[in-house]
């Protein structure tokens, strides 16, 4: 039954028959969050695809932009994506099955919403900065590899970044790609030291596993990010399995933490940093790919968790490489940046 979009309504999310209350005109995903509860979801308006669902029952809207990711034949078969899906009947079923998120990471962890401070703003090269806030007081508890919506300062929107900076740390840290057009690109030159903002979260799914196995992490321009938290909590701990980072960048200025990790891998034998430089006119992934098959044999992958970030097509490309080399998929972990110009987030009610 088709109703007025400005009447609240419900949506349950199956596997889990969690039901959740609908505001009026607002998007899934949204609704989703508000509630404390957690689906795998990136770009925000349609763009990349991660919070794709089936629609088991009900009518939804969504917006045009996503007939570029949802074809006509995925949205034939119901397929939905819930950033950029609004309830047009009293209720709708969806089912994020295959997704392959788990009841407990469904179930969130508490969020915070806080004004903080900023405490710096440091442009690395001309494509990528650092930006440093204040952490909220406790109980703030982020795990390493989440990320947190950063309101935009003039709060027409929110922007996704993943954390940077270790678990207990004072400061948090965000590497953040520009993006020509891109909403929180533009706002950084307003961004000063002194001033706050609002963040939301921690979100995500994308974290350390506690495991023997060794460790292989690859990060690619402002992916290095969630890496970096993921192996400063892996160093802490006495007796952690061997792990190396093999770090990709545009130039050497992009090596973000850099001179960090060399000094972590010096002062830690079961440690190993290697920074990649694209070399003309082979591009970052080759240089992944060459650098996989100098190191990695198909028994070492067999045994060793990966662990990606970066770019989708990066990301996708490598993945595809470590599998077909030998690594068992259900030991990748992979987090894909969609570069977005598009409209920045609605903040949740």
């Given at each position: 039954m088709s109703v007025d979009m400005s009447q609240p309504g419900t949506l349950t999310v199956e596997p889990f028959g969690v039901r959740l209350a609908v505001q009026p005109d607002e998007k899934l995903l949204q609704a989703i969050l508000?509630?404390?509860n957690y689906v795998p979801f990136g770009c925000n308006h349609g763009g990349c695809g991660t919070c794709a669902a089936q629609l088991v029952a009900g009518d939804l809207e969504q917006d045009?932009?996503?007939?570029?990711?949802?074809?006509?034949?995925a949205r034939a078969h119901g397929q939905v994506l819930l950033c950029s899906s609004r309830l047009v009947s009293d209720s709708a079923v969806v089912d994020v099955t295959a997704s392959g998120i788990s009841g407990e990471e469904f179930a969130?962890?508490?969020l915070h919403?806080?004004?903080?401070?900023?405490?710096?703003?440091?442009?690395?090269?001309?494509?990528?900065?650092v930006l440093t806030l204040s952490a909220p007081p406790p109980p703030?508890?982020?795990?390493?590899?989440?990320?947190?919506?950063?309101?935009?300062?003039d709060r027409t929107g929110w922007r996704a970044y993943s954390l940077a900076s270790p678990a207990e740390a004072s400061l948090l840290q965000f590497v953040i790609r520009a993006v020509p057009g891109g909403a929180f690109t533009t706002a950084l030159d307003e961004i000063r030291p002194g001033g706050t903002l609002r963040i939301r979260g921690p979100y995500g799914a994308f974290q350390l596993r506690t495991s023997h196995r060794?460790?292989?992490?690859?990060?690619?321009?402002?992916?290095?990010?969630?890496?970096?938290?993921?192996?400063?909590?892996?160093l802490r701990s006495p007796g952690h399995p061997p792990a190396h980072l093999v770090h990709v960048a545009r130039s050497a200025a992009e090596l973000v933490f850099g001179e960090e990790f060399a000094a972590l891998a010096k002062a830690d034998n079961d440690f190993a940093y290697h920074p990649l430089l694209p070399q003309h006119p082979r591009r970052g992934t080759d240089r992944v790919l060459?650098?996989?098959?100098?190191?990695?044999?198909?028994?070492?992958?067999?045994?060793t968790e990966a662990y990606l970030c970066g770019p989708d097509r990066f990301v996708d490309i490598t993945a595809g490489a470590?599998?077909?080399?030998?690594?068992?998929?259900r030991y990748l972990a992979a987090d894909r940046f969609t570069a977005s110009a598009g409209p920045a987030v609605t903040p949740p009610a």
């Open positions: 508000r509630n404390g045009s932009g996503t007939l570029t990711t949802l074809d006509e034949r969130g962890a508490p919403d806080r004004e903080v401070t900023v405490d710096d703003v440091t442009a690395v090269s001309p494509g990528l900065s703030w508890t982020p795990r390493p590899g989440q990320f947190v919506h950063i309101e935009l300062p060794p460790k292989l992490f690859i990060g690619s321009g402002a992916g290095i990010g969630p890496i970096r938290s993921m192996i400063h909590d892996l060459e650098w996989l098959a100098a190191h990695a044999t198909a028994v070492e992958l067999r045994r470590l599998c077909a080399a030998g690594l068992r998929s």
